[in-house]
């Protein structure tokens, strides 16, 4: 299940939460490998964009819940259908 995250982080001085962002980026490295995490990007200003590609809603939520405990945010999460699976469903009609 493909999922768009786009994260708003607590305004707080970006200086004052520097080790939790370079933790930030400790906790996705092993998810980019596996594949969990397909796209990580960080926003310009404060946040960050990223692809999941996870078996559940379940694993999202507990992703996501893991993230809020590094940088507190709030997401905006986005369903998202695979490319081949939509054109797919478009040449059934």
């Known amino acids: 299940m493909l999922f768009l995250v ?3 982080p607590r305004p ?14 400790e906790w996705v490295a ?8 397909r796209s990580i990007h960080a926003k310009v200003g404060r946040g960050a964009v990223a692809l999941f590609d996870v078996p559940s809603n379940e ?6 819940n893991e993230w809020a405990d590094i940088i507190p945010a709030r997401f905006d999460v986005h369903a998202l ?6 054109l797919a469903y478009l040449n059934k009609g």
């Open 6 to 8: 786009i994260s708003e």
């Open 12 to 25: 707080e001085p970006p200086s004052s939460v520097t080790a939790s962002r370079q933790k930030y980026w």
């Open 30 to 37: 092993p998810l980019r490998a596996s594949g969990e995490v």
């Open 59 to 64: 694993q999202l939520h507990r992703r996501l």
């Open 81 to 86: 259908i695979d490319p081949d699976a939509a």
